[in-house]
């Protein structure tokens, strides 16, 4: 079936770095979503990208939609102490289903 | 504002018991899903329902099952629990195909049931 990988598993920052994830599939997907969960919380929705080679803008969030269809990137500027969580990347696949990537875990050292 | 709610946050059962976990959306959303999250795996798709009375097998189904009377309210059940299935649960719900296919992707979680099974 289809999968996601996801990187980095986790990253260790410093507050004001900016932060780059990503998400790459051997398949071509036709919507990625990329969440933020918080400890003790579920996931909560960032950006969608509906279209190959889509740019979107949430804030200080930036996330891209591969040419190829087959992964997605989502950059953070300038990282605050509440950026903190697991940010998960989820794509459509060919059964209407969403496929998630396992998740990159970011920590701010103080 | 929508609400997905969990009956309950923190869960302890013994090896065995039958497990319900309940959760209810204000949304008014045709589809609802159960995950179970677990370290390094993401979430994995238990079940779902694309409306009332009506369930498909997610990715990992096998020692669960699940129950929609109502619109609103979808339960995971667990027979007979088991320690393998200590874990985070989430329920999230979407709308269902409208005119703007968007809103069936967008998912929306509710805070998480941590259950775990001595």
């Known amino acids: 079936g289809q999968q996601l990988n996801q990187s980095p598993q986790s990253m260790f920052i410093q507050e004001g770095e900016d932060v780059s994830m990503n998400c790459t599939s051997s398949s071509i997907f036709n919507t990625w979503l990329w969440y933020k969960q918080e400890p003790g919380e579920g996931p909560v929705l960032l950006i969608a990208l509906y279209k190959a080679g889509e740019l979107t803008s949430n804030g200080r969030l930036t996330a891209q939609f591969g040419i190829t269809r087959k992964d997605s990137f989502l950059n953070i500027s300038a990282s605050i102490p509440s950026d903190v969580g697991i940010y998960f990347c989820?794509?459509?696949?060919?059964?209407?289903?969403?496929?998630w990537g396992a998740g990159t875990k970011l920590i701010i050292k103080p | 504002d929508v609400k997905v709610t969990q009956s309950s946050r923190y869960l302890v059962k013994r090896t065995g018991e039958k497990v319900f976990l309940e959760c209810v959306q204000d949304?008014?959303?045709?589809?609802m899903f159960w995950y179970r999250q677990d370290p390094g795996l993401g979430l994995r798709l238990i079940y779902f329902?694309?409306?009332?009375?009506?369930?498909e097998k997610g990715d990992i189904p096998e020692g669960y099952s699940v129950s929609r009377e109502k619109k609103e309210r979808f339960s995971l059940i667990l027979e007979s629990a088991s320690t393998n299935q200590t874990s985070m649960y989430l329920c999230a719900s979407s709308l269902f195909a409208t005119e703007d296919l968007r809103a069936v992707y967008e998912q929306y979680f509710g805070p998480g049931t941590r259950l775990t099974v001595t």
């Open positions: 949304m008014d959303h045709e589809n």
């Open positions: 329902s694309y409306d009332v009375k009506m369930k």
């Open positions: 989820a794509g459509i696949g060919s059964n209407y289903q969403l496929i």
